[in-house]
Every structure is written in structure tokens, then in C-alpha cells.
T-cell receptor, first 111, second 115 residues
Framework: GEKVEQHESTLSVREGDSAVINCTYTDTASSYFPWYKQEAGKSLHFVIDIRSNVDRKQSQRLIVLLDKKAKRFSLHITATQPEDSAIYFCAASPYAQGLTFGLGTRVSVFP | GPKVLQIPSHQIIDMGQMVTLNCDPVSNHLYFYWYKQILGQQMEFLVNFYNGKVMEKSKLFKDQFSVERPDGSYFTLKIQPTALEDSAVYFC?????????????FGAGTRLSVL
């Protein structure tokens, strides 16, 4: 089955800088890659996704990149703000199968 | 935004007993999911459910596990009997459409401790 590795377990960034979280996957059949955010004491909250028919997607300050050859995808949080502090999870899924999640990256934005 | 509620937030139970975890999904959603996360490990897919039936399940979904949503009420995960290795946080999720290429809305999880 699919395996997802999330390379950074923690990330500290200065407010205003960019944070980058990298994930790799193993199953070439995976075609859907969502990202979720979990703030302290709250549930996972969908933030952005990318499908395999594109290699870049942007939503406001979030950019996701997908490199299918390398089986790698990444989340870029630009112009970070304190409210970006949270745990971020990447996930991958072949069509019509359950999502496989990474272990999560704890992002801390400091002033 | 849409909310998925999970009740209770923490459940402590003796090994061998039965436990039911309850999930109140987003009101117009049709697809329901359970995920399991053991402390320090990845969140893993257990099962998804649509139109009264299990659509797919992983190898983690043991014979002791069952899911149902009687009459549009709570979507439940029942474990009978429980084992020590069932201790984990169980996350419920729901989505409007099926296939895993759709946005899932998650609950905050139920922490199950089997003693």
C-alpha cells in the first residue's frame, strides 16, 4: 500500500518568512494530495490540495508543488503569521482508496 | 465551517469490554470514515461507509470492529471485544461525495484507552 513520509517533524520560522514542508510517497497510482492543519485541541482542518494533473496550485499564501517523477510534494506557507502555527499533515491517495497520512510537521511561527 | 462532532472525547474501558464511539457528521454529507492514530504514529485509514454499507476497509479493520449509521443518527464505530492494541485516538470524518479525492471534514477525535 501507499506510504507517505513527511520529512520535517518540526519547523520554526520567523514571522513573515516562508515555511516549506516536504512529503514523499511511494505509490505511483496516487493522484490526490491534500494538506490538513491541526491547531491545538482542534480537529484536522482541510487547507489545500493538489491533483496529479497539475504541478502547482496556489491559494492565497499557500502554494503546493507536485513532482510526480520524484514522487514528492510540498507545502509552502509564504509570509507566515502567528496563526499559521499548527501541525500540518500531508496525505496521498490512489483514486477510490483511503487517504494515507504523513506523521505531521509542527510549525511554530515566532515574532 | 462544517463541523464533525465526536462523542466522547475520551473513553476508558477494560480489555474485553465493548465500546461504541459516536460521530455526528456534517449534516448533508453522505460518506463517512474512521481513522485510527496510535500515539506517535501516523493516522491510518480504517473504513469508509456509504448508503448503509462499508465501501472499503483496511487490514486494521479487524473482525471485532463494526460500523453503522442507523436511521441517519450517529455514525458509530463499535469494538467488541476490545484489546489493548485498540488504544488510540479514533478520528471520524465525513464528505459530501465519495472517492478519496474529496475534501474530508474531521472530528477532534476520541481517545480510547483500553486497560
Amino acid at each position: 500500500g501507499e506510504k507517505v513520509e513527511q520529512h520535517e517533524s518540526t519547523l520554526s520560522v520567523r514571522e513573515g518568512d516562508s515555511a516549506v514542508i516536504n512529503c514523499t510517497y511511494t505509490d505511483t497510482a496516487s493522484s490526490y494530495f491534500p494538506w490538513y492543519k491541526q491547531e491545538a485541541g482542534k480537529s484536522l482542518h482541510f487547507v489545500i490540495d493538489i491533483r496529479s494533473n497539475v504541478d502547482r496550485k496556489q491559494s492565497q499564501r499557500l502554494i503546493v508543488l507536485l513532482d510526480k517523477k520524484a514522487k514528492r510534494f510540498s507545502l509552502h506557507i509564504t509570509a507566515t503569521q502567528p496563526e499559521d502555527s499548527a501541525i500540518y499533515f500531508c496525505a496521498a491517495s490512489p483514486y477510490a482508496q483511503g487517504l494515507t497520512f504523513g506523521l505531521g510537521t509542527r510549525v511554530s511561527v515566532f515574532p | 465551517g462544517p463541523k464533525v462532532l465526536q462523542i466522547p472525547s475520551h473513553q476508558i474501558i477494560d480489555m474485553g469490554q465493548m465500546v461504541t464511539l459516536n460521530c455526528d457528521p456534517v449534516s448533508n454529507h453522505l460518506y463517512f470514515y474512521w481513522y485510527k492514530q496510535i500515539l506517535g504514529q501516523q493516522m491510518e485509514f480504517l473504513v469508509n461507509f456509504y448508503n448503509g454499507k462499508v465501501m472499503e476497509k483496511s487490514k486494521l479493520f479487524k473482525d471485532q470492529f463494526s460500523v453503522e449509521r442507523p436511521d441517519g443518527s450517529y455514525f458509530t464505530l463499535k469494538i467488541q471485544p476490545t484489546a489493548l492494541e485498540d488504544s488510540a485516538v479514533y478520528f471520524c470524518a465525513s464528505s459530501w461525495t465519495g472517492g478519496s479525492q474529496n475534501t474530508l471534514y474531521f472530528g477532534a477525535g476520541t481517545r480510547l484507552s483500553v486497560l
